[in-house]
């Protein structure tokens, strides 16, 4: 499968190119263009950290900019690049409120949307490519918030030491954050994303005692003066939250069939399509390695050290289960090439209501 590298991007191929060209009558982007390899790597530590992390043609590559004009040019010219060089495609985001000239803005406003734009790349390319933070350029600001991120979506996160070429890698950590809990803000959520709430009205809204709160919510919750809002991990958390209420999930007859007999273990299993409506945990539960045994183009999800194997497809936002199986039956499945979509598609399906 093909990368997503999601980048945060700086200024340094900009301030290579005046301490070494200056102005005159060149430009950065031509400068970058009729640029050798080794150059285009000694002046953006961005370039650099991509060509030693091999990125090539069928890759995409997304630059994150801070809310500057300089930072989306120099964002902008390095996409030229890669597109020209690598072939591969290019997004540039420039993120509001990502500066550091005025640190509640950056933790109001430029984390939140970071954090927004990067789990919209995730959730629309999530099954097209696997996805990685390169953190090695941009605001170092950022770096502990990506680091969360990653950690909260399941994300890997490499990084490129300046004068080496040593690729650092943090794989996704299988951490599970209590999410449910984020249930009890939905009232004054809207709000308090973007604004502060008194705590007379956050209390009364959401029915929190200051017991509750300080036992349940007050590591994502930040007071001053009579007044809540979110941190910026609580904001992140909750966009997690969102997508732990998840997709919506539908099984075919045949599934109705063996969960209505006896064969079958029918709470074990509606546990296990209750886990699935959880997009990151879905992706991170998938068992591609099943497609080699056999004829079959659906995918399989494998919850763990387990015999239960579920076999769907996605629909949009829909998971659609055709069947289930314990592990021997299959294995047997497999050899009669009973595991293909074109099986399913004009199958009935019923939405589960878990």
Not at 245 to 253: R, T
Not at 264 to 288: A, C, G, I, Q
């Amino acid at each position: 499968m093909n990368t997503l590298y999601l980048c945060p991007s700086g200024v340094s191929a900009k301030l290579y190119f005046e301490n070494t060209k200056g102005y005159g009558n060149d430009t950065l982007d031509r400068y970058l263009g009729n640029a050798d390899s080794a150059t285009l790597q000694k002046a953006s530590a961005e370039l650099n950290s991509l060509f030693h992390m091999g990125v090539h043609k069928k890759d995409r590559v997304v630059f994150l900019s801070s809310d500057t004009d300089d930072g989306e040019t120099v964002a902008r010219c390095l996409a030229a690049v890669l597109r020209n060089n690598k072939e591969c495609e290019t997004k540039v985001y420039r993120i509001k409120g990502l500066q550091t000239d005025d640190r509640a803005e950056f933790e109001k406003t430029g984390v939140s949307n970071l954090s927004e734009t990067i789990i919209e790349e995730v959730e629309g390319y999530r099954y097209q490519y696997n996805i990685v933070l390169n953190a090695t350029a941009g605001f170092k600001a950022t770096v502990p918030y990506l680091t969360f991120i990653g950690m909260v979506f399941h994300l890997p996160i490499r990084y490129l030491f300046e004068r080496s070429e040593s690729i650092i890698e943090l794989p996704p950590i299988p951490i599970d954050f209590d999410l449910e809990r984020l249930r009890k803000l939905e009232p004054v959520i809207d709000e308090l994303t973007n604004y502060y709430v008194s705590l007379e009205d956050f209390r009364k809204r959401t029915g929190l005692s200051f017991e509750e709160m300080n036992r349940d919510i007050k590591d994502i919750l930040q007071e001053e003066e009579g007044y809540v809002a979110l941190r910026p991990t609580g904001k992140i958390l909750y966009q997690r939250y969102l997508q732990y209420k998840g997709y919506k999930l539908f099984y075919s007859q045949t599934v109705k069939k063996k969960l209505d007999s006896s064969s079958y273990n029918r709470r074990t299993f509606e546990e296990l399509f209750r886990k699935m409506k959880d997009p990151v945990h879905l992706k991170s539960k998938l068992h591609p390695e099943i497609k080699k045994k056999g004829t079959i183009d659906l995918d399989c999800y494998k919850a763990g050290s387990t015999n239960e194997r579920i076999f769907f497809y996605m629909e949009k936002n829909i998971v659609k289960i055709c069947d289930i199986f314990m592990h021997d039956e299959y294995e047997r499945a497999l050899e009669k090439d009973a595991l293909l979509k074109e099986k399913f598609v004009h199958e009935s399906f019923s939405e589960a209501h878990l």
